[in-house]
């Protein structure tokens, strides 16, 4: 498979969809996400001018970005537990899944004893699925001030999964009500939140055309995720056995 061919495909997409929405493309960035696929395609896509991937979890994390080159900018896209957050300040300057106060306050916490300052998205469950994680509306509003006041968290904007579809059209109302819950909140902080990460490999069109500034593309990527065959553990740095 030719990453670069996929690269340019996906690049494509985003064009159109801001070509609808007439939108410029520049607004929209591409999170690369690349659980379960090895360093070396990263480094391939890399050397194809994708800096920008996102990782779900810590421990493949910590083993695979060592592998793969400096340049590459990380975010942390996937639910955290509070004893992860230690790791996760140290491998990530973004982590986009703050989906409670407790964990909020563990990361800032962990964020002060490393003197960093970490970017955070809150991850909302617009509709509610039992399946996923991430702060009701209701709930991320009421705890705002208290996330604001944490010191070494800066908060950037909100993200969202929308419920899986074969048809992208059924997710263009959870990304319109991400878009309203953006507007509270920003009413509410008195402050811009610049990011909305919104936007997948099967629904990224419906999601920038609804305003997302960052789409997270796996699949289109790099093909379907493979894990390693034998344990859990991926083969992190993609090397033949
Ligand atoms: C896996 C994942 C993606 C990418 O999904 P694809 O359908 O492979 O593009 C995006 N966001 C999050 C939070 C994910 O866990």
């Given at each position: 498979m030719d990453l670069a061919e996929n690269l340019a495909a996906v690049r494509r997409q985003i064009d159109q969809a801001c070509d609808c929405a007439g939108?410029?493309?520049?607004?929209v960035q591409l999170l690369a996400v690349?659980?379960?696929?090895p360093a070396n395609a990263i480094a391939e896509l890399v050397r194809a001018g994708q800096l920008d991937f996102g990782e779900s979890k810590v421990q493949e994390a910590k083993a695979k970005i060592p592998l793969c080159p400096s340049s590459a900018r990380w975010e942390m896209i996937g639910h955290l537990q509070t004893n992860k957050a230690r790791d996760a300040v140290h491998l990530f300057p973004?982590?986009?899944?703050?989906?409670?106060l407790r964990l909020a306050e563990e990361l800032n916490k962990q964020a002060d004893k490393a003197a960093k300052t970490i970017r955070i998205l809150l991850e909302i469950n617009v509709v509610g699925e039992s399946s996923k994680f991430g702060y009701s509306p209701s709930a991320v509003l009421a705890d705002l001030q208290s996330l604001n006041q944490?010191?070494?968290?800066?908060?950037h904007g909100l993200m969202t999964i929308a419920p899986w579809s074969q048809?992208?059209?059924?997710?263009r109302p959870v990304f319109r009500k991400l878009a309203e819950l953006r507007k509270q909140c920003e009413d509410a902080l008195?402050?811009?939140?610049?990011?909305?990460?919104m936007g997948m490999s099967g629904d990224l069109g419906p999601a920038i055309q609804e305003g997302s500034t960052q789409v997270r593309v796996g699949t289109s990527l790099f093909g379907r995720r493979t894990y390693a065959k034998f344990g859990q553990q991926p083969d992190v740095a993609g090397e033949l056995e």
């Amino acid at each position: 498979m030719d990453l670069a061919e996929n690269l340019a495909a996906v690049r494509r997409q985003i064009d159109q969809a801001c070509d609808c929405a007439g939108r410029d493309p520049a607004e929209v960035q591409l999170l690369a996400v690349s659980k379960g696929h090895p360093a070396n395609a990263i480094a391939e896509l890399v050397r194809a001018g994708q800096l920008d991937f996102g990782e779900s979890k810590v421990q493949e994390a910590k083993a695979k970005i060592p592998l793969c080159p400096s340049s590459a900018r990380w975010e942390m896209i996937g639910h955290l537990q509070t004893n992860k957050a230690r790791d996760a300040v140290h491998l990530f300057p973004v982590i986009q899944s703050v989906d409670s106060l407790r964990l909020a306050e563990e990361l800032n916490k962990q964020a002060d004893k490393a003197a960093k300052t970490i970017r955070i998205l809150l991850e909302i469950n617009v509709v509610g699925e039992s399946s996923k994680f991430g702060y009701s509306p209701s709930a991320v509003l009421a705890d705002l001030q208290s996330l604001n006041q944490l010191r070494r968290l800066e908060i950037h904007g909100l993200m969202t999964i929308a419920p899986w579809s074969q048809d992208p059209e059924r997710a263009r109302p959870v990304f319109r009500k991400l878009a309203e819950l953006r507007k509270q909140c920003e009413d509410a902080l008195g402050a811009p939140l610049p990011v909305l990460s919104m936007g997948m490999s099967g629904d990224l069109g419906p999601a920038i055309q609804e305003g997302s500034t960052q789409v997270r593309v796996g699949t289109s990527l790099f093909g379907r995720r493979t894990y390693a065959k034998f344990g859990q553990q991926p083969d992190v740095a993609g090397e033949l056995e």
